[in-house]
């Protein structure tokens, strides 16, 4: 097989100057304000998807953001490869706490900075990379390609489901290949199989009619914040358990051989502990760091404000408090029964005084698959022939919410193979993407394509 | 004794002209970026000190904003009184809450709203505009007159303590008198007996040394916000009560004839809940609104936030929480022993991998004056004139921390003679001054001065 390395490191500095173009376009789909930034995001995929040779590259416009798509369908009795990807990022805030910021990529310690640099930008730009090399070099592809590329990843896909759905037969394909996740470490290839699901809602508690004065309210009347926080902090138990009726029903307790795959992944608490600068780790009692992100549902409080925020001391008692809630599912459980559980109890929980709204949001299902699935092992062999170590089989406690769609409607295995490390800063300030793993990445990729 | 109803009505639109000018300067002291409106404010008052006929006007700079000193000391033999109030207002957020924006006066339906409406600038304007009217038309005051106005009171006087002992002799009076309190209600005047003290602090909470994201370490790591949320949940009981340790020390229980006087008040609970659209009020249990408001402690969470904020949903775990706490004190309370109880009970109930930082910030006092002093009979008489209703001896739940330096340090009884409402959203959105206590204000303070 050719060696693809001289022909990437040739064109690297035009390659990373070319990812840096993207990343400075702030696609953030989750504020109406960028709703133009994402739509410049989309065209300079569309560009880029000719620019490397693919075919019928269509924009598809959305109730949403658009959805990118694009073909190369010259290899006759081959299988179809559909590659999914995101060219949306989160939101950037904290501003503050970035070091150069986020739109302005910067290359620090052989580390790309900025928003979408590993999530997924960074990564989807290998796949159109790799496929424009093997193009140009060899006229001609391994396998016949499809790119569905959205840009509501970090909203939760809404609009990609209907198109899945109604495009069946257009993105018909024998593998999803998406490169979203994570390796365990430098050089330690992961193969993720399987994914939490998400379901998130948003709390608001209203008490009086107006902020009132705390010196002539003060004592007499509720306070929309000591509302929330009684609310809120009901939703765990003292064991680290959500305390929601019936939230681990679908839940099926872990296998020994689950436990023993978990701790395959070696992972080092106490050093998590010094990386993150934490005292202490916290969660579920009765499992590892490792048991909890991949196998264990959590509910999470994302944000929350009420009250005065300014400089200063502001005596009054709030009228309104609001709070973002996430969980992150597992196994069997139902976005909806969960997000309905969680409502009941809030109902049921809301103190005197206090009236409480609740707005459901993201519902994503949960996703596995077999780790002895043959694709996975070709994706084995393309790891270890370019990283020198083969692949643990992993869940990941992230979340791509369209993976359990795209299996279900076009009943074909999704290959999870990501190249972003753990430590990167996905979804936070500072995110970035390691170089190590883009020169790797475009090379695992062509190698597992010319093995598929 | 002469009728001044005519002159301030023929007055009564230059009048207001006059005060919605000052309303209209930001002199928000909490707020850096309004260092040179609060100035501003200074002489504003200062100018208008001099156009009502007030000599040796100065505008003492401070290490924070200025204090403004003027007199008229023509009267040998009288008594003196030292009239005090604030030019500076609290900060104007969430301003989509107003209905026309703060620093815009506006009058409707009789009711002129602006920040700092009634707290403080338009009830010492009543002041001015009083002493300018005997002056002009009877070329002499019934007392000596001596003005102390800061621009500290809503950042807790911290400049102003310190002046007040190294200018005891300057400010040396028979009698403090101050406007910055409330009416029972429309046509019900009272008289304030008893202020709460007052002490705030600010607590934030870190967690790892980023903000980390909810797929990759969820359920396996502390969140910012679970712990801030537990930590303040556990300020208060199931009693509606505060559990920190020690907090009602120094609280005496209320008398038979203690409660007598709150129920005199008669305020209405269920008037109450209706004005402020309440399901149910809530407080300490055992005592009415009334009691709660005029003399138990109180523990407030003011403002909160962590986290995203933004539209949508965003899957991250935050590092960093922060909300901001006042006590209102009574009694015997301390507010450096009550700052100490809170953070000692902050410490304590810190989380599993939470750390926790405190700042304390301003300490005042609870102050009361016996109700049968002879000059409160006079303040009396003045309101019943122009009310046709004797006032109510009231212990009010505000807090001013400097009353009780002024009576500590002056000797000298203060007069609490307010006319505001206790409608008027002082420290929320929509402050406002309603005019006919205005109207009603000047004449009762010249009544008062005139029986000094």
């Known amino acids: 097989m050719m060696d693809y390395a001289p022909y990437f490191a040739e064109r690297r500095d035009a390659h990373l100057r070319e990812l840096k173009e993207w990343l400075s376009i702030p696609s953030i789909s989750a504020q109406s304000v960028h709703k133009e930034d994402v739509r410049r995001a989309a065209e300079w995929l569309a560009d880029a998807l000719k620019r490397a040779g693919l075919e019928n590259v269509e924009i598809h416009p959305t109730a949403g953001h658009p959805i990118v798509y694009a073909d190369h369908l010259h290899a006759p009795g081959k299988p179809t490869v559909l590659i999914y990807g995101h060219y949306d990022v989160q939101p950037v805030d904290p501003l ?23 999530d997924d930008k960074g990564q989807l730009f290998l796949h159109i990379k790799a496929i424009e090399a093997i193009l140009s070099t060899e006229q001609a592809l391994p396998v016949n390609v499809k790119f569905c590329v959205e840009g509501e990843e970090e909203i939760a896909s809404g609009n990609l489901h209907p198109f899945i759905e109604a495009h069946k037969d257009k993105l018909a394909a024998d593998a999803v290949l998406i490169s979203d996740t994570e390796l365990l470490g430098p050089d330690k290839p992961a193969i993720c199989t399987g994914l939490r699901g998400l379901c998130s809602l948003e709390v608001s508690v209203r008490t009086a009619n107006t902020d009132l004065h705390s010196g002539t309210y003060g004592g007499g009347v509720p306070n929309a914040l000591h509302a929330l926080v009684s609310l809120l902090d009901s939703l765990h138990d003292k064991r680290g358990r959500v305390a929601v009726d019936g939230f681990y029903d679908d839940v099926s307790e872990l296998t020994d051989e689950m436990r023993a795959e978990f701790a395959k992944k070696g992972i080092d ?24 992100v991949g196998a264990r549902p959590t509910l999470e409080i994302n944000g929350m404000y009420g009250g005065f925020q300014g400089e200063g001391t502001k005596t009054v008692i709030p009228c309104e408090a609001h709070a973002k809630i996430t969980c992150r599912l597992v196994d069997h459980q139902d976005p909806q029964d969960i997000l309905d559980k969680v409502e009941r109890h809030i109902r049921k929980h809301t103190p005197p005084g206090a009236k409480v709204s609740v707005v459901q949001g993201e519902k994503g299902r949960p996703y596995t698959i077999d780790p002895s699935h043959p694709l996975l092992r070709q994706a084995g062999s393309a790891y270890e022939r370019v990283y020198g170590a083969r692949p643990v089989f992993t869940r990941d406690g992230g979340s791509i919410p369209i993976v359990e769609a795209f299996a279900r409607v076009l009943s074909a295995p999704v290959v999870l193979m990501g190249f972003g490390l753990p430590t990167e800063n996905l979804h936070a300030p500072n995110e970035h993407f390691h170089l190590d793993n883009f020169d790797k990445g475009l090379l695992t990729i062509v190698e597992f394509l010319k093995r598929f």
């Open 96 to 118: 503050h706490l970035w070091q150069t910021p986020p739109f302005e990529p910067d290359i620090r310690d052989n580390k790309l900075y900025a928003r979408g640099a590993t």
């Open 269 to 292: 608490e106490e050093k998590l502990k010094r990386t993150l600068e934490l005292d202490a780790l916290y969660g579920e009692e009765g499992y590892t760091f490792a048991e909890r």
